[in-house]
């Protein structure tokens, strides 16, 4: 997919009156937090006003976030119906979502849908995978296949039927399969620039205004194992 700009650090992937939709990196938030950085919202906040030479505060929702070590896609709304039509669509799981990851264990099948009962600690920001329902879980289900076979590691693709906190890097390490670069979840060493290999990768979704079928997919990091997938 072509970038339309990368002005001001942006990777815009589709850009119209309703949506603006960017490719995060590593170590962007969001959304405003407690560390005080600047969150990828008050980026493209600014980027819309200098581009349309706007007056006054400018308008945009955040449809949904990503963990800050992981990249890809990012929607945000441009006004205040796609922001409602947008959240709808994603809590009804009326988006398609694929995500890539680089694992260092081979799972045991080359495809598998695994189905877990995640239970978010709020102390350490994480979530934890059991095979049976705890007190306080919630269902969590993906599909995921290895899509290639590099050195060392291997690249998986995956798609998700649910949309909990840090589903996909608690259930692969439940599998035995942590991201690397993921410490939180079980892999030996932190990636130099503090991410992760995980990505989201493609989103499919009806456009919140005029109902055309959107297909945005965002290219992986510059990097050298991502440029091996």
Do not use: C
Not at 73 to 81: G, H, L, N, P
Not at 89 to 94: I, P, V
Not at 99 to 104: G, L, S
């Amino acid at each position: 997919m072509k970038i339309l700009s990368n002005k001001n650090n942006l990777q815009i992937l589709h850009e119209d009156n309703h949506l603006i939709v960017v490719n995060k990196r590593v170590g962007d938030i969001v959304q405003g937090d407690k560390t005080g950085d600047k969150p990828l919202s008050e980026v493209v906040k600014e980027y819309i006003k200098e581009k349309y030479n706007k007056p006054g505060e400018v308008f945009l929702g955040v449809v949904h976030r990503l963990d800050r070590p992981t990249t890809g896609i990012v929607v945000f709304a441009r006004t205040s119906k796609a922001l409602t039509r947008m959240n709808e669509l994603f809590s009804n799981r009326e988006t398609q979502k694929t995500y890539w990851a680089v694992v260092k264990n081979k799972p045991e099948k080359a495809e598998d849908k695994l189905v877990h009962y995640l239970k978010r600690n709020e102390k350490n920001n994480s979530s934890k995978a059991h095979l049976k329902e705890v007190p306080d879980s919630k269902l969590a289900s993906l599909d995921y296949k290895i899509i290639k076979e590099l050195n060392n590691y291997f690249a998986l693709e995956i798609n998700l039927h649910t949309g909990r906190h840090h589903q996909i890097r608690a259930q692969l390490s439940a599998i035995g399969s942590p991201i690397k670069g993921d410490l939180k979840y079980g892999f030996d060493r932190s990636n130099p620039d503090g991410g992760i290999h995980l990505h989201a990768r493609k989103l499919v979704f009806a456009h919140p205004v005029t109902k055309e079928n959107l297909i945005i997919v965002a290219p992986v990091p510059n990097e050298v194992i991502w440029d091996a997938v």
